[in-house]
């Protein structure tokens, strides 16, 4: 929605083939800056055309000779390379993101100090990934396999740590030879357009990564409709993913979810309350709580409860709250207006239900005129309560006692989701036990929040479908060939003469 006003912005157009390309339609939509609530940028609203573009560039060079026959090796040196330009741009890149989603830009320094690794980490394995040879019954046959890259992956992704997610994706794809279209969200798209420059500037072809920026509904769905798309990654909301994962089922296309969560935090009788308050804190305040892992369900066992909440509302209420440029802030704002008033209704909804708010409540401007929302904790709660089972993606924390392990196991499986969950004991049986029977694809005892590139991490039930990291992921990008080769100068039997 381009007006007077927006004409003076800085305009961002798609990234084709190496290029910057204008939108089809001539349309641009406003990024703004939910800290200042001022607009940042003007972004190309993509639509089917602009899709259609940047994937026949895709599928060009997936095809050419020069990206398709180049080494395994010589990926990995292009990859590292990346990595470096990464590193060399860290400051420009976490800036990029601070101001367009809100985190604190310490936050996104600390995301971006680690991006490089993944691209290093994918740059090491590249050469490394092998078939295998089977040893089927008949020696005279060599059977072999060997795993390909797929052809043009769409990666949409979310607002929420936009180079990260899509970082997730495209290292991996590009490591085994795919070549990727990404539909960044329509909230945070420059950074990712900055991050398209770079590839090419690490030597990748251009056309080997390609953006379209612009709405879900529209430059997303015409990616995920794409008859020549080889496969979707998506990183986003359950609703979303449950649209994704039917079209493509439909037509035989893969897909990767990472998707909601609702994940439980476990404090047991043992714990070192002091150390899992802080663990608290960090699971549902860091990143003002919009992250797919927030530990938003709180379960304290009775004994422990009142020392737990105890601490946790005392560094709910010292939160700093403010410009996430500035060093000394602790929560920044919500990412977007719809999302802030989206965290007021959960909470306004959970006071109907029932619920108290021990701690915050309160939509604030943060005194810059922005987004903001208090670190909040709701007790006298249940998890039949709407404000427990469904995903808020704020700082919302909801507080509940439990009395012995069957119980919080089974409260804490309660949920659609199975993304993460913590546990905190000194009980070492305890908590492998817990580890054990916890239905959730990533599990921490005595921390949370811990992850590595060279870590998988997969969202059970509700919360996703395939492997995002590690060496496990490169099966999602890659598809397996088993070729049979006759190797005996043997006369071939007729093959209406039974053999005995
Ligand atoms: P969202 O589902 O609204 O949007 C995600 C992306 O999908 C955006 O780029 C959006 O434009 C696009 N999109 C929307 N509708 C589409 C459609 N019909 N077809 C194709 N694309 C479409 O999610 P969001 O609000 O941007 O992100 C927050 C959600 O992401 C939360 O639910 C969070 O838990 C989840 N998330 C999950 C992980 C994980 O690894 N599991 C990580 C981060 C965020």
Redesign the pocket.
């Known amino acids: 929605m381009p007006d007077q006003s927006s004409a003076a912005l800085p305009r961002h157009d798609h990234y084709i083939g190496g290029e910057r390309v204008a939108p089809s339609s001539g349309d641009y939509f406003v990024s703004v800056n939910p800290a200042t609530a001022l607009p940042l940028y003007t972004a190309a609203r993509g639509n089917a055309d602009d899709v259609r573009r940047a994937v026949a560039d895709a599928r060009t060079t997936f095809e050419d000779p020069r990206w398709r026959d180049l080494s395994q090796t010589k990926r990995g040196h292009l990859l590292r390379r990346l990595g470096d330009l990464i590193a060399e741009n860290a400051e420009e890149l976490a800036r990029m993101e601070s101001t367009d989603n809100g985190k604190l830009l310490r936050e996104m320094r600390g995301q971006l100090a680690t991006l490089p690794e993944y691209y290093r980490y994918y740059a090491g394995l590249a050469d490394k990934i092998e078939g295998a040879v089977i040893p089927t019954s008949d020696r005279r046959v060599l059977n072999y396999t060997m795993r390909e890259p797929l052809g043009v992956v769409g990666a ?6 936009p180079l990260t ?1 899509t970082t997730s994706k495209v290292a991996p794809a590009l490591c085994v030879g795919n070549t990727v279209v990404i ?4 909230y945070t798209s420059a950074a990712i357009l900055r991050l398209a420059e770079l590839v090419v500037e690490a030597g990748f072809p251009p056309g080997a990564v390609n953006v379209v920026t612009g ?3 529209e430059a ?2 015409a ?2 409709d794409h008859p020549d798309l080889a496969k979707i990654s ?7 993913g449950s ?2 994962a039917a079209a493509t089922a439909s037509r035989f296309v893969g897909s990767t979810l ?4 609702k994940s439980p935090n476990i404090v047991f009788e043992d714990a070192n309350v002091a150390n899992a308050a802080m663990g608290v804190v960090a699971g549902i305040f860091a990143a003002a709580g919009q ?2 892992i927030a530990g938003s369900r709180v379960f304290a066992h009775r004994s422990v409860y009142d020392e737990l909440l105890e601490r946790v509302a005392a560094r709910a209420q010292s939160i700093r709250i403010g410009d996430p440029l500035h060093d000394e802030t602790e929560l920044g704002p919500l990412a977007f207006e719809t999302q802030r008033d989206k965290v007021a209704q959960y909470v306004d909804l959970g006071r109907e239900e029932g619920a108290r708010v021990l701690t915050g409540g309160r939509a604030t401007d943060g005194g810059l005129g922005g987004y903001f929302y208090e670190p909040t904790i709701l007790v006298d709660v249940d998890n039949d309560m709407r404000v427990v089972r469904e ?1 808020i ?1 704020g700082p919302v924390l909801a507080i509940m006692p439990f009395d012995s392990e069957e119980e919080v196991l089974r409260l804490a499986n309660d949920t659609e989701y199975g ?1 993460a969950a913590g546990v905190w004991t000194t009980n070492l049986a305890r908590a492998h036990r817990m580890a054990a029977r916890l239905e959730a694809g990533t599990v921490w005892v005595n921390t949370y929040r811990a992850m590595s590139p060279m870590s998988p991490r997969q ?1 059970f039930k509700a ?2 479908v395939g492997i995002e990291h590690g060496t496990e992921t490169i099966k999602e990008y890659t598809r397996l060939k088993s070729v049979w080769v006759n190797t005996s100068e043997d006369a071939v039997a007729d093959p209406f003469v039974m053999r005995s």
Do not use: D, M
């Not at 539909?183 to 329509?186: A, D, I, N, V």
């Not at 990472?258 to 969560?261: D, I």
């Open positions: 949409i992704t979310p607002w929420n740590s997610l539909k960044p969200s329509e709405y879900g509904a997303g769905q990616l995920v998506f990183t986003g909301s359950t609703a979303t649209r994704i990472e998707l909601g969560g992250t797919c995903e993606f993304l969202g919360s996703g």
